[in-house]
């Protein structure tokens, strides 16, 4: 019995040596597991630590090179080709000449480094007092350019790119919070639109080997109209005497007297012809002949070849622009039409015109600042027949070309338009002296300069 008892501890006591031994090697294994992921986790930090640094030194490379291909000049480039190329070569074959050259140059980029600090503590502003003028004049723009730091600036240059020109402000030293102001001259002598700005600092040595450009301000845009004259009012003068001229359609009730007819019913007891009445025993009314209304259409030409130069072209700009603020401020119906561009490939399937902005005075002259000739615009024949189609109900056109039209060609433009449609042709021509004349149908108006075209407006048609 006793016998049985210490084998069942003796089982007991192996069972558990045999449980122990067996967490034992579990916790074994457990420990091998966890070095091995420690090992993986260091490898794969490894790996990431490289990869951003590989990451930050590539960002840093693509900036250097992009500061190097900003900041070096043209004419810093040959110092610096000098520098790397004749300097070894110079020490390698033992030629002073050389070596010396390579030494100037590493001294020039030497010393042309301390004059690109500075420059960022710079606060620019560009302003226009207006961005609307007439061709011939000339505008002050103010540059303001503030040092916003707390240490000293040194001198620079300011460059305001005008159109394609560019003008250069001298910046001298300025203190912390010092304010300098220059006035920029930006001359407007040409009819278009001038691009000002950005403005932006230039830092660089004297000898121009080194250069760092910030642009600081926005473009400025200045709309540079056309030159107008003053024209009499439409409502009187060769315009209206043209728009008085009677019709062919007969009404019931206008200005011209036409004929009698016998009474309908609904006819105006006004009109009643009362001798006419008297005579017949019957009721007659007047009819009358429908005078012309006010709606006026101005067709430019914009085709090269129809102007024998550039002054005639800004003539007849100019011609548009008065007429056309003369009839938007008398309050008449008005539009205005040129040609767009169409390439030679179509030119012959695609037929275009353009209607310029007639809501006020000011989008009419914006628009017509910006109008140029081209060689691929259509010929004013044809942008004639497109208008009369586009724009209804007119009753007075007046095409503006240049002094290469011909006779015939002018007394064709008034087979473009409707039989009832007047037409007036305004040929530029600074070699002819002003005059007007009757080309079967086709009233002609020639102008030697702008006020030409006042003058012969203010006559009254024969």
Partial sequence: MSFHTESR????????????????????????????????????????????????????????????????????????????????????????????????????????????????????????????????????????????????????RVDVPIGKGLADVYVPLLRAGQVHEEHVRVPAYRRGVIDVGPVTTVRSDPLGVLGREVAWADVNHLFVHPVTVSIPSTSAGFVRDLEGNPTSDIVDSDISFHAIREYAPGDGQRHIHWKSTAKTGKLMVRQFEESRRSRLAIVLSLNAAEYASEEEFEMAVSATGSLGVRAIRDGRDLAVVASEEIPDIVRRSIRSVRSLSVVSTRTLLDDLTAIETSPHAMNVEDVCVLAAQVVPDISIAFVVCGSTMTARRLQALTLKFAGNVQVVAVLCNPAEQPSFRDLAGTSVLTIGVLDDFRSLLSRKAA
């Fill in 9 to 156: 501890r003796s089982q007991t006591s192996n069972l558990a040596r045999t449980s122990t031994q067996t967490r034992s090697a579990t916790h074994t294994r457990y420990s091998s597991t966890r070095t091995s992921k420690s090992t993986t986790l260091t490898l794969v930090g490894a790996v990431v630590l490289w990869m951003r640094v590989a990451r930050m030194v590539r960002i840093g490379v693509k900036a250097s090179v992009e500061w190097v291909g900003e900041t070096v000049t043209p004419a810093g480039w040959v110092v610096v080709a000098a520098a790397i190329v004749l300097l070894p070569l110079g020490l390698v074959f033992g030629w002073t000449e050389l070596i010396v050259t390579g030494c100037v140059a590493v001294a020039l980029i030497l010393i042309s480094l301390p004059f690109l600090a500075g420059g960022r503590a710079y606060s620019v502003d560009f302003v226009l007092p207006v961005d609307r003028v007439v061709a011939g004049s000339e505008v002050l723009g103010t540059l303001t350019v503030t040092n916003i730091s707390k240490r000293l600036e040194l001198p620079g």
